[in-house]
């Protein structure tokens, strides 16, 4: 099976700077990775997801680059706002013929200082 | 309008107690699926159900018996509940089962065990 492994687990970033959260997979095979934010008392809301046939995605101030040859992605955060602290979680999805499943990381607690 | 929608948020019992969760989607997708959530933030999936079928269960004890009734609605039964089942439970939805379909998450059920 897939195995996620996410750094760092907790980062403090002044308000303005850019935030940087890394993950990295064990299955080559792996085809889509997805980057999800949690708040305090809510689920996990997708904020940006990438398909391996692409290396970079960017959506405002927030991209994602994907390396699969290191088979690692990182989620990048710019300019960051109080409203950016949360946990953000990464995923990879294994294709199993309908059987897949999403993997996530161990997350990330991102805290903004104002 | 709430996509993924669970019943109850919070819930609060006695160990060997028998309870439900209830989840609705309004996004006319194929596949649901339960997570749990541990305390310290690790999303791993339990079920997951395509069109009222059952395609994934994660080696869960069969204490846990999900249920759909149609493909808008996976509902989760949880007999002579342990003191290791409170965790915040999050129901999720997605287009089709395959590869490169978003997930959309509820707001999750927390599930005290006293």
């Known amino acids: 099976g897939e195995n996620v492994e996410q750094h760092p687990s907790t980062l403090s970033v002044q308000e303005g700077d850019s935030a940087v959260i890394k993950c990295t997979y064990s299955?080559?095979?792996?085809?889509?990775f997805p980057w999800y934010k949690q708040e305090l008392g809510k689920g996990p809301q997708l904020i940006i997801d990438i398909r391996s046939n692409v290396g970079e995605k960017k959506d405002q101030r927030i991209a994602v680059t994907l390396n699969k040859t290191a088979k690692h992605f990182s989620l990048h955060i710019t300019e960051t706002q109080p409203e950016d602290s949360a946990v953000y979680f990464c995923a990879a999805r294994l294709p199993n013929f309908g059987n897949e499943k999403l993997t996530f990381g161990t997350g990330t607690r991102l805290t903004i200082i104002p | 309008d709430t996509a993924v929608s669970q019943t109850p948020k919070y819930l609060v019992t006695q160990m060997g107690n028998d309870k439900s969760i209830k989840c609705e989607q309004n996004?006319?997708?194929?596949?649901m699926y339960w997570y749990k959530q541990d305390s310290k933030k690790f999303l791993k999936i339990m079920f997951s159900?395509?069109?009222?079928?059952?395609?994934i269960n994660e080696t869960v004890p069969n204490r846990f018996s999900p249920k759909s009734p149609d493909k808008a609605h996976l509902n989760l039964h949880i007999n002579s509940l342990e003191l290791g089942d409170s965790a915040v439970y999050f129901c999720a939805s997605s287009l089709t089962p395959y590869s490169n379909q978003p997930q959309h998450f509820g707001d999750g059920t927390r599930l005290s065990i006293l």
């Open positions: 299955d080559s095979a792996s085809n889509y």
């Open positions: 996004l006319g997708h194929d596949t």
């Open positions: 159900y395509n069109n009222k079928e059952l395609i």
